[in-house]
């Protein structure tokens, strides 16, 4: 049989090419220039001379791994945790927290900076970089070749678990449960079918909240309770999604600004607590809160702000989408005696300029979305036309499309402050104080 052979396309993708970082991402991925267009390289840092594959190639940017470093960045350091690298939980331990809080700064800056300049980061607020994480959620998978339970993170690469030993971000009390709870779950008879477990550490103490997928025999919830005991962490048990079942005596809680918060293991709160003190802090300080001030906390969850913000103003309202929340928020008002604090329930993407709680006056305003923003409430929020808001933010994305609205309404951007709430990872979080002209 004939065979036709035709010139082999040169895969460029397989040549190596040596480049110059220039710049970290806000990601933790080294940034170079190769034919007029952004090359993200993971794992490199600034100063680095790297002989690098492509990966992906993109129209405007490409992404390349490195197959060989030739020098090393003084801002490279030895990541604390084994699993680095593999677990997908942080991604920059192997850069110095200085350059860290520099390129998640500058990338802030940049997306809140107009034509191309670069606005300052007036703040950057953090905490001890190691141990801060007081919630972790673990996957559980049982090998049943090897006998053996699995418990840990997802993979960087995929979605496939990495078998956690060491956590140097988990709160310490949290990170000292892995071994002996993974001994524990291993010696159920239903350790085949178990889903997850969430590790909390709330002021009054650990809590996990177990999940699992058929029910308990009467001799695993024995061998769970001794382990409750035995290491002092309330158990809670999920037979599905929407149930919880409390074993423990006491309601978890924490403390802020000086208030005592119950919460359920199901709310959220933020997992870095001493970063959140000091946010909650930064935002009443921001807004000048006065006795005679009324104040809407728009997407206020449980009370975070709207709490600390009804010790200081005449009266605060606070707006949140989950029922679960709102019903919370207003039960930890009534245990901290606040009287001058009201909750609603509402959809903040629908249409509320008919609600009660949006016809009111109030001087100023305090908004935590999630991700997606806050699209949905800026024209209200300028029709009120407070004297300043607060806008904290999770995605620097959606906080430079809504600092739009209010730019354009005659507010101008007078402190802008870097969350470093998870750091060693790529989250870039942050907080805006809108003053109008």
């Known amino acids: 049989?004939?065979?036709?052979?035709?010139?082999?396309?040169?895969?460029?993708?397989?040549?190596?090419?040596?480049?110059?970082?220039?710049?970290?991402?806000?990601?933790?991925?080294?940034?170079?220039?190769?034919?007029?267009?952004?090359?993200f390289i993971r794992g490199a840092l600034p100063g680095e001379q790297v002989e690098v594959r492509i990966t992906e190639d993109k129209r405007s940017y490409a992404q390349a791994e490195v197959k060989r470093r030739l020098n090393d960045s003084p801002e490279r350091v030895k990541p604390r945790c084994p699993h680095f690298g593999v677990c997908g939980g942080c991604q920059q331990q192997h850069v110095s927290l200085a350059l860290q809080q520099e390129a998640k700064s500058k990338a802030l800056g940049r997306m809140m900076g107009e034509r191309e300049q670069p606005r300052l980061v007036d703040d950057i607020i953090s905490a001890d970089s190691w141990g801060y994480r007081r919630r972790a959620r673990l996957g559980l998978n049982y090998q049943p070749r090897t006998q053996t339970l699995q418990m840990g993170f997802r993979k960087a690469s995929d979605k496939a678990l990495v078998?956690?030993?060491?956590?140097?971000?988990?709160?310490?009390?949290l990170e000292a449960l892995l071994e002996p709870l993974r001994l524990c779950l291993s010696e159920l008879s239903i350790v085949n079918r178990l889903g997850h477990v969430e590790l909390v550490l709330a002021d009054g103490g650990p809590l996990m909240v177990l999940r699992h997928l058929a029910p308990l025999s009467q001799g695993d919830r024995q061998k769970l309770e001794r382990f409750s005991h035995s290491h002092e962490v309330a158990l809670f048990l999920a037979p599905d999604s929407d149930s919880?079942?409390?074993?423990?005596?006491?309601?978890?809680?924490?403390?802020?600004?000086?208030?005592?918060?119950?919460?359920?293991?199901?709310?959220?709160?933020q997992v870095n607590d001493a970063?959140?003190?000091?946010?909650?802090?930064?935002?009443?300080?921001?807004?000048?809160v006065q006795p005679e001030d009324r104040v809407?906390?728009?997407?206020?969850?449980?009370?975070?702000?709207?709490?600390?913000?009804?010790?200081?103003?005449?009266?605060?309202?606070?707006?949140?989408?989950?029922?679960?929340?709102?019903?919370?928020?207003?039960y930890n008002a009534q245990r901290n005696s606040l009287k001058n604090v009201t909750f609603f329930h509402e959809n903040l993407e629908d249409d509320v300029t008919r609600q009660p709680w949006a016809q009111q006056g109030f001087t100023k305003i305090l908004l935590d979305p999630a991700r997606a923003?806050?699209?949905?409430?800026?024209?209200?929020?300028?029709?009120?036309?407070?004297?300043?808001?607060v806008y904290?933010?999770?995605?620097?994305?959606?906080?430079?499309?809504?600092?739009?609205?209010?730019?354009?309404?005659?507010?101008?951007?007078?402190?802008?402050?870097?969350?470093?709430?998870?750091?060693?990872?790529?989250?870039?979080?942050?907080?805006?104080?809108?003053?109008?002209?």
């Open 275 to 288: 970063v959140n003190q000091q946010m909650v802090a930064r935002a009443i300080e921001w807004l000048e």
């Open 163 to 173: 078998d956690i030993h060491h956590c140097p971000v988990l709160a310490p009390r």
């Open 373 to 389: 923003g806050a699209a949905g409430v800026m024209q209200h929020v300028i029709k009120l036309a407070p004297s300043r808001v």
């Open 296 to 330: 809407l906390d728009l997407f206020c969850g449980m009370g975070n702000f709207t709490l600390p913000l009804a010790k200081r103003a005449a009266a605060v309202v606070g707006v949140e989408g989950v029922a679960a929340l709102v019903a919370k928020g207003e």
């Open 1 to 39: 049989m004939a065979q036709f052979y035709s010139a082999k396309r040169r895969d460029t993708n397989r040549e190596l090419l040596t480049v110059t970082v220039t710049d970290l991402d806000p990601f933790g991925q080294g940034v170079a220039r190769h034919k007029g267009k952004a090359l």
């Open 392 to 437: 904290v933010s999770c995605n620097p994305t959606t906080l430079a499309r809504d600092s739009e609205a209010l730019l354009a309404a005659g507010y101008h951007i007078k402190r802008l402050a870097m969350l470093d709430m998870f750091p060693h990872t790529g989250h870039l979080e942050s907080m805006a104080l809108f003053e109008r002209n």
């Open 244 to 269: 919880l079942e409390s074993l423990a005596e006491d309601e978890p809680w924490y403390h802020s600004d000086g208030l005592r918060l119950t919460f359920s293991p199901r709310d959220f709160i």
